[in-house]
């Protein structure tokens, strides 16, 4: 699949307005959600080989994505889409919100909106239902 302007991200409804940048792990575009035209930035990963290790991978980035989708956190961007493109071997791809100019006006908005101490974040608190985080030290100033 190309990644170019006007094509689909698979059959999914995200649409491609513009190539982003391209890394060791694959290709970010910016995407257009061709009902809300909501627009996210779809990072689409590299081909891995067919086996176990390449089954893994793409298990474990679909997985982070759907952590990432539910946690809510000014540091995280949020999730909007993911899934596999239908090519040989399958590649895996995330939407993601879009930052840019406007970051540091988002960042307000979110340190406003999730107040929270960082033990009680639904990323870490997922991390650690599934035991791959230690729990956070109570801090004794929290119990005052």
Same mark, same amino acid.
Not at 51 to 68: N, S, Y
Not at 92 to 100: F, I, S
């Given at each position: 699949? /190309?990644?170019?302007?006007?094509? @689909? ?11 982003? =940048?391209? =890394?060791?792990?694959? /290709? %970010?575009? /910016? ?9 996210? *930035? ?7 080989? &067919? ?13 982070? &994505?759907?952590?990432?989708?539910? *946690? ?6 949020? !999730?909007?889409? =993911? ?10 791809? !995330? %939407? ?11 960042? @307000? ?13 639904? *990323? ?6 599934? =035991? /791959?985080? &230690?729990? *956070? ?8």
């Amino acid at each position: 699949m /190309e990644l170019s302007a006007g094509n @689909r991200i698979g059959t999914s409804p995200w649409v491609i307005v513009r190539p982003l =940048g391209k =890394g060791a792990f694959g /290709e %970010v575009v /910016e995407v257009e959600h061709e009902i809300t035209h909501k627009r996210g *930035a779809c990072k689409v990963l590299k081909p891995v080989a &067919a086996g176990t290790k390449g089954d893994v991978i793409r298990d474990k980035t679909l997985e982070a &994505a759907r952590l990432l989708a539910r *946690a809510e956190h000014p540091n995280l961007v949020d !999730v909007y889409d =993911g899934g596999y493109l239908d090519t040989t071997p399958p590649r895996n791809w !995330v %939407v993601m919100e879009l930052l840019g100019a406007h970051l540091p006006l988002l960042h @307000r908005r979110r340190q406003r909106r999730h107040q929270a101490e960082p033990a009680t974040h639904p *990323a870490r608190r997922a991390l650690e239902a599934k =035991g /791959e985080l &230690a729990p *956070a030290p109570t801090s004794p100033l929290g119990q005052l």
